[in-house]
């Protein structure tokens, strides 16, 4: 490819076949992609040994995610990593809709001023890949084996076994706990007898990243029944480095053998762009997309992450961007077990929160499919009213689906979550089981709220809420919790912050004395009007999986 | 609440409107034409439960419709 040459890793003959016993380790991850990389870099960050495999010996090879959502750019800096993958990004906010030979609408994703980082950023998927593993490299926690194939999983009660083919030959190794992020076929799901339900959309598309110098803007441009592809969709999406992702919808009756080669792609491609824009194909393939996921995410010792666990079509960016959230789900609760303060029944709490996550992606991915893909003329007849009436009426603009694009779920049902008293009366969206909204502060760890939620529980106080006693006492607790205060005479032990703009008490719907609880996934797991630490410590043990649902109703 | 009491005035000169709606079209027009206008009129209304209600009364009684000629 002209503008990337992938790296390739070392094969490292494993000590385990020089002889000796088999290691045991907390937890191995199975898959160095974007998935398997951000669980080594967030377990390596708790302290926890841990050991990937890869069966390859290189970064992804095609074109596949591009599009990072805020979230999987929060959690990445959480994880010591979000800047050099923004650095290398693109960024954009604008997408168009077009309908034949007009634009039909457009839309701006960038959200209200003061949030650190944007909706989206644009990198393809083995940039992000390799930045993960120079990431990786940095944390002598995590050990990465390239070329050490797993070709068997053996679960007993106290451990798992994993078996590993190498160019060496086999060994085995074993583990408290395995992430299972093999990827959308999981060689491993298939080992372990489980299966993946869904469907398979009719359709196939061209997918191709092609290279070229153009003015054309970083906006996302989706084309329905475009003059140069008729009865159609299309896609024109910027990249890093000049590189383009181009989608050209081609129906279930074409040939991908055919429509693979440069003969047949070139014409397509002048005719999008015209005959004057010169560009190269760095990548070109076709693809067929479907919606599926497992039962259960939780299968005993091993624990599914990404496409082996939920695969859904790319309209609306929720691949990679979801199988992120699954990490960011699931590190904190892996170290708790392991530490031994949380039960592992609090790992079923993965299955239910990430379980309830794809559902919802799945439905949304499905009907953008469905909008871009209609089955039968009905459908396909409200499609394109749909279509037609977007351009004078703005009601019909909101039905045009290209794709939702990818927003974390809030976990509203969590049996994690405390819920709100009766008269605590909170507005605005930080209901308990919300991901952190980001606001501009001022403060010893920089501008913005997210970098003070960090790895473990942060209680934010408005004001001097919480005395000293009580801030010392949580930081000694087996769980401890940070007490970040916003604004008032500082207290012993507390972290102080001040709300410089006004938005952080206004995104949380504040005033003086209020308390948000988050998880160390920057998720709210309770609030409060007042600061009570026997209801503080109430809501940790709930969120730790400690006590049993039917206790919350007594708070 | 869906409200099926009569509720459109002058409801001969509506029903001719409707018909001569589809004057001079072919079937696909038609679909089309019928389709934006189920969208406008949802979007008007705007009340989700009135708008499943009216779905369910469009739903009722299809097995009673006439196969074919001569069954009216």
Redesign the interface.
């Given at each position: 490819m002209k503008t990337y040459t992938s790296p390739v890793y070392p094969y490292v003959r494993p000590a385990e076949l020089s002889g000796g016993a088999t290691r045991h380790w907390p937890v191995i991850v199975a898959g160095a992609g974007p998935v398997g990389l951000t669980a080594a870099i967030d377990l390596a960050q708790r302290g926890i040994d841990v050991l990937v495999l890869d069966d390859d010996n290189t970064v992804s090879v095609g074109s596949r995610a591009i599009c990072w959502s805020k979230r999987a750019l929060e959690i990445l800096d959480r994880l010591g990593c979000g800047e050099r993958i923004v650095q290398k990004g693109v960024k954009w906010n604008v997408g168009r809709v077009f309908f034949r030979d007009e634009q039909v609408f457009d839309f701006n994703l960038s959200p209200d001023a003061g949030h650190r980082r944007p909706a989206f950023i644009n990198l393809q998927q083995y940039w992000v890949e390799q930045l993960l593993v120079e990431r990786v490299g940095e944390l002598s926690q995590a050990e990465l084996r390239w070329r050490n194939k797993v070709v068997g999983v053996a679960p007993q009660a106290d451990r798992i076994v994993v078996r590993v083919s190498t160019p060496d030959g086999d060994y085995a190794v074993q583990a408290d706990w395995l992430i299972v992020a093999d990827g959308a076929r999981s060689p491993i799901r298939g080992m372990l007898g489980l299966e993946s339900e869904g469907e398979v959309f009719h359709d196939r598309f061209l997918i191709a990243d092609i290279y070229m110098t153009s003015d054309f803007p970083p906006e996302r441009w989706f084309w329905f029944d475009p003059p140069f592809h008729r009865n159609q969709s299309a896609l024109l999406h910027r990249q890093a480095d000049h590189v383009w992702r181009v989608d050209f919808q081609l129906g279930w009756d074409a040939d991908p053998e055919e429509e693979k080669k440069p003969e047949r792609i070139l014409p397509r491609l002048k005719a999008m762009l015209g005959d004057k824009v010169e560009f190269e194909i760095e990548w070109a393939s076709v693809y067929t997309f479907q919606c599926r996921r497992m039962l259960s995410f939780r299968h005993g010792r091993a624990l599914f992450a990404g496409d082996a666990a939920h695969l859904v079509s790319p309209f609306g960016a929720r691949g990679a961007n979801s199988g992120i959230q699954d990490i960011d789900n699931l590190a904190w609760k892996l170290e708790l077990v392991l530490e031994d303060l949380a039960p592992q029944t609090l790992l079923d709490s993965y299955d239910v929160e990430r379980a309830f996550a794809a559902d919802e992606n799945i439905l949304a991915t499905t009907r953008s499919t469905e909008f871009i893909t209609p089955k039968g003329?009905a459908s396909r007849?409200?499609r394109?009213?749909?279509l037609?009436?977007a351009k004078r009426?703005p009601?019909?603009r909101r039905?045009v689906n290209s794709g939702r694009l990818s927003v974390p779920a809030i976990l509203r049902d969590s049996p994690l979550n405390t819920a709100d008293a009766a008269g605590a009366a909170f507005g605005g969206a930080m209901a308990p089981g919300t991901p952190a909204a980001d606001a501009p502060v001022t403060g010893p760890r920089g501008d913005w709220l997210l970098a003070y939620l960090e790895d473990g529980f942060t209680l934010l106080a408005f004001g001097a809420e919480v005395p000293a006693d009580a801030v010392a006492s949580l930081a000694r607790d087996a769980i401890p919790v940070t007490v970040v205060q916003v604004g008032g005479p500082p207290t012993a032990g507390a972290r102080r912050i001040e709300d410089r703009e006004g938005m952080l008490a206004t995104r949380y719907d504040a005033r003086a004395g209020t308390c948000y609880l988050f998880r160390p996934d920057q998720h709210v797991c309770a609030r409060w009007r007042a600061f009570d630490l026997a209801r503080l410590r109430a809501a940790l043990a709930l969120a730790t999986g400690q006590i049993a649902i039917v206790q919350k109703a007594a708070a | 609440m869906l409200n099926t009491e009569p509720n459109i005035p002058a409801p001969d000169d509506f029903y001719q409107d409707l018909i001569e709606l589809h004057r001079d079209l072919t079937d696909e027009q038609s679909a089309l034409i019928n389709a934006k206008l189920i969208l406008l009129l949802a979007n008007h209304i705007g009340d989700s439960a009135v708008l499943r209600d009216a779905m369910r009364a469009a739903r009722e009684d299809m097995t009673r419709l006439p196969r074919g000629e001569g069954q009216g």
């Open positions: 003329k007849t409200f394109d009213a749909v037609m009436l009426h009601f019909a039905l | -």
